[in-house]
Nanobody, 121 residues
Framework: QVQLVESGGGLVQPGESLRLSCVASGTTVSMPAMGWYRQAPGKERELVALFTSGGSRTYADSVKGRFTISRDNAKNTVDLQMNSLAPGDTAVYYC???????????????WGQGTKVTVSS
């Protein structure tokens, strides 16, 4: 099984920055994609940023140009640098990984516990 642990959330004022970090552990023999999702109260979970095999990056339109996703394969981490934060970014942010625990085995999605980001004056 794969375990994901997020950190870095907190309370910030509009315009400030935060950097979220996610560490993956367990039998991650193949992990072709890692990403960040967020969920605001009363809303569905939505994709924020995705990092796929080969270094491709995908961002939601609402965060493009402000957020940057990065991955360190050696440290087994994925980070999300969030700049110019606005109240609309307030949500619980979840780390996600698509992984296989065996070579050429099936893939499953794994989720972290989430870290809360609040942007308010």
């Amino acid at each position: 099984q794969v375990q994901l642990v997020e950190s870095g959330g907190g309370l910030v004022q509009p315009g400030e920055s935060l950097r979220l970090s996610c560490v993956a552990s367990g039998t991650t023999v193949s992990m072709p994609a890692m990403g960040w999702y967020r969920q605001a109260p009363g809303k569905e979970r939505e994709l924020v940023a995705l990092f796929t095999s080969g270094g491709s990056r995908t961002y939601a339109d609402s965060v493009k140009g402000r957020f940057t996703i990065s991955r360190d394969n050696a440290k087994n981490t994925v980070d999300l640098q969030m700049n110019s934060l606005a109240p609309g970014d307030t949500a619980v942010y979840y780390c996600n990984a698509r992984a296989s625990t065996r070579y050429s085995g099936p893939f499953s999605d794994y989720w972290g516990q989430g870290t809360k980001v609040t942007v308010s004056s």
